[in-house]
């Protein structure tokens, strides 16, 4: 549910970009979200399409890439990606662990012409 | 054309927050983001605080969808309470909090809570300008929940479990729990207490005491 204040958070820094480098379209938007966000991909591309409507950035796409929760072994320093119920170190079988992964949320690059 | 960009999108709400925290820290003002599923005791725990917190001088924002309820609720214990209805909205935002600020005499409390919307997910994401955040989990929600929603038990400074007086009818493996927990969260701090018996509570509000002193 929290997708339109995220949506309408970067669809600011989209505009505002796409203005400063003067583009005169916006064809999409590249964001990295990490798993543990709980952000839903077409939640923010419905969004999109509502915000964008009639902008510079009307009809444009948002390419999302999904970061995987990720965790680094505070006992032998491995690294990997969790699965689900199963918080342990695959080298080790060490619990106590640092989350190093799956909380990105943030624009990478628009595309615009 | 490809630009780069590279910006966090909670970066504005970020800076609000910030704005809030410096406004929060002026005033001497102490205050907790409480955050919880709905049902599992925010309300009842804030009530049980604000008792067991005697002495020191509290203030309360509510934050629900719609209704005054849990505000009115509050008010009746003598302190200042400012009720925020999102109308929709999922979490409380660093904005909406600046907004209630306006309405809360800072001056003449030391700590406020703000009780969040009651959903395990969003509120972890904004940054309210809070010294100190807490998750309110309950027994009959289940021992899995950490799993489930590792953004927000990774977020928090503290761990609230409440309505332990059901364990003994609910299957809830604490130990479970609390390996969960500990394990993705070292830094986390436990406390185990039931509103209904007030059971863990002196030592929840003990343990408060000393981090509201050191500020």
């Given amino acids: 549910m929290h997708e339109l204040a995220i949506t309408q958070s970067l669809f600011d820094i989209v505009l505002q970009h796409a203005v400063q480098a003067k583009a005169k379209k916006v064809k999409s938007v590249n964001l990295v979200v990490g798993e543990m966000t709980g952000v839903v991909a077409d939640s923010v591309q419905f969004y999109l399409e509502l915000l964008s409507k009639d902008t510079i950035a009307s009809g444009m796409k948002a390419n999302i890439k999904m970061s995987p929760m990720q965790a680094k072994c505070k006992a032998c320093g491995q690294g990997f990606i969790t699965k689900e119920m199963q918080w342990e170190c695959p080298a080790c079988g060490g619990v106590n662990l640092e989350i190093t992964g799956g909380k990105e949320l943030f624009v990478e690059s628009i595309e615009v012409e | ?215």
């Avoid at chain 2, 214990?77 to 309405?103: K, S």
């Avoid at chain 2, 009651?118 to 300008?129: E, I, Q, S, T």
């Fill in chain 2, 1 to 215: 054309m490809e630009i780069k960009v590279l910006k966090n999108i909670m970066g504005v709400n970020d800076q609000v927050a910030a704005k809030n925290r410096e406004m929060l820290l002026w005033s001497k003002v102490f205050t907790i983001n409480i955050m919880a599923s709905p049902g599992a005791g925010k309300t009842s725990t804030v009530l049980k605080t604000i008792k067991a917190l005697k002495g020191i001088k509290v203030g309360v924002i509510e934050g629900d969808i719609s209704s005054t309820i849990d505000a009115e609720t509050v008010a009746k214990t003598g302190v200042p309470v400012v009720q925020i209805n999102t109308g929709g909205e999922c979490h409380l935002d660093a904005n909406m909090i600046q907004n209630a600020l306006n309405n809360m005499p800072l001056d003449e409390i030391n700590v406020l809570m703000i009780e969040n919307v009651g959903n395990l997910v969003c509120p972890a994401d904004f940054k309210l300008g809070e010294s100190l955040k807490v998750l309110i989990a309950s027994v009959p929600e289940g021992d899995d929940k950490p799993y489930k929603y590792p953004g927000m038990f990774t977020a928090v400074d503290v761990i609230i479990l409440n309505k332990i007086d059901l364990l003994p009818y609910v299957k809830f493996n604490m130990a479970a729990f609390t390996r969960a927990v500990k394990g993705i969260n070292g830094k986390a701090v436990i406390f185990c207490i039931s509103c209904t018996t007030g059971e863990g509570v002196n030592a929840w509000a003990r343990w408060l005491k000393k981090q509201i002193k050191g500020t």
